[in-house]
Each structure stands twice: as structure tokens, then as C-alpha cells.
T-cell receptor, first 112, second 116 residues
Framework: GQQLNQSPQSMFIQEGEDVSMNCTSSSIFNTWLWYKQDPGEGPVLLIALYKAGELTSNGRLTAQFGITRKDSFLNISASIPSDVGIYFCAGPTMNRDDKIIFGKGTRLHILP | DTGVSQDPRHKITKRGQNVTFRCDPISEHNRLYWYRQTLGQGPEFLTYFQNEAQLEKSRLLSDRFSAERPKGSFSTLEIQRTEQGDSAMYLC??????????????FGSGTRLTVV
């Protein structure tokens, strides 16, 4: 079945550093979604991407829809402590519009 | 508050007991989803409703699990004869079908189930 592979699994960075993470799939997606999950909470949608090559920003976050439609990237600039959490990529399974599958997440830790 | 509400936030139960969780979606959303999330994993799809119709169930949803959305508004997820492997975060999400581009779901804060 379809799978989303996220890397890295976890990151330890210093406050103020930029962060880059990615998500790949063996199959084509026509929508890419990036969510963030804080401890003990549900995921919250950060950015949605709908076109190959699209680059979209949300504050310090920037995400890109890969040209091959099989990958996506999320960058965070000038990280701050509240960026700590788990970042998930997600997309519609079998390109349906009614069900989303998730990667396993990238865990971001910020060192004091 | 117009977000997705889940109750309870935490549930500790003894193995073999039945538990029921409730989800209240965003009122104008006609689709409601249940996902399960175990430690170190992303959310895994369990089932979803469009209005009151249950349109799909994952093979993860064994016979001990049942979900309902009787009036197309709130939903309940019941687990009978709980097992330790059922310990997880159960997430509910809602969305509006036919709203154009897939804009993602709005998730609730989840119900953390611990089976002891």
C-alpha cells in the first residue's frame, strides 16, 4: 500500500537554527499536507500544497511540493522553543478526496 | 469553541472492560474520522462517516470496535473487552466534503486510553 517516509526521524538543534525535513513516497500524491503535533494534543494543519513545484509559506515555515509529485519538504527558519513537537506529512490515499494517510513523523527537539 | 471536542481526554481501564469515547465535530462538517496513534507512529486510519453513514472501516478495526454517528453529528467509538494492545491515543477529526481542494482535517485533542 501507499506509504509516506519521513526523514529524519528526529532532530536535535539549537534555538535559532534553521530546520529542514522531508517526506517521500513511492507513489504520486496530488496534495501534500504538513501537520504539527504538540505533546498530548491532536495534529494541527500547518501548510497544504496542491500543485507540483508549489512553494508555500506560513510565517517561518516554508513547504514545497516536489516536481515528481513523490516528495515534499518543510523548512523552519530561525527555530524557537515553541517549534518543539512532531511534524507529520500527510496526503490523500490513492488520491481520493476522503481519506488521508500520515508519515511516522519527524520529532524536533531544541537544545537549551 | 467551534473546534473538534473529544471526551474523555484520558481513560484508564482494566483489561476486559468496555470503553466508549465521544467526538463532537465542527458543526458544519459532514465527514468525521477516527484515527489511532501509538507511540512513535503517525495517526492510522480506523473509520470514517459521511453524515450518518459509515463509509469505510480499516482492517485495524477488529470486531471488538464499533463506531456510530447516529444523527450525523457527534460520534462514539466503543471498544469491547479491551486488551493491552488497545492502549493508544484515539483521535477524531472532521472535514467538509465537497469544499474544493483537500484542505486537511481538523483534529480534536484525542482520548488517551491506557489498558492495565
Amino acid at each position: 500500500g501507499q506509504q509516506l517516509n519521513q526523514s529524519p526521524q528526529s532532530m536535535f538543534i539549537q534555538e535559532g537554527e534553521d530546520v529542514s525535513m522531508n517526506c517521500t513516497s513511492s507513489s504520486i500524491f496530488n496534495t501534500w499536507l504538513w501537520y504539527k503535533q504538540d505533546p498530548g494534543e491532536g495534529p494541527v494543519l500547518l501548510i497544504a500544497l496542491y500543485k507540483a513545484g508549489e512553494l508555500t509559506s506560513n510565517g517561518r515555515l516554508t513547504a514545497q511540493f516536489g516536481i515528481t509529485r513523490k516528495d515534499s519538504f518543510l523548512n523552519i527558519s530561525a527555530s524557537i522553543p515553541s517549534d518543539v513537537g512532531i511534524y507529520f506529512c500527510a496526503g490523500p490515499t490513492m488520491n481520493r478526496d476522503d481519506k488521508i494517510i500520515f508519515g511516522k513523523g519527524t520529532r524536533l527537539h531544541i537544545l537549551p | 469553541d467551534t473546534g473538534v471536542s473529544q471526551d474523555p481526554r484520558h481513560k484508564i481501564t482494566k483489561r476486559g472492560q468496555n470503553v466508549t469515547f465521544r467526538c463532537d465535530p465542527i458543526s458544519e462538517h459532514n465527514r468525521l474520522y477516527w484515527y489511532r496513534q501509538t507511540l512513535g507512529q503517525g495517526p492510522e486510519f480506523l473509520t470514517y462517516f459521511q453524515n450518518e453513514a459509515q463509509l469505510e472501516k480499516s482492517r485495524l478495526l477488529s470486531d471488538r470496535f464499533s463506531a456510530e454517528r447516529p444523527k450525523g453529528s457527534f460520534s462514539t467509538l466503543e471498544i469491547q473487552r479491551t486488551e493491552q494492545g488497545d492502549s493508544a491515543m484515539y483521535l477524531c477529526a472532521s472535514s467538509l466534503a465537497g469544499s474544493g481542494n483537500l484542505g486537511g482535517y481538523t483534529f480534536g485533542s484525542g482520548t488517551r486510553l491506557t489498558v492495565v
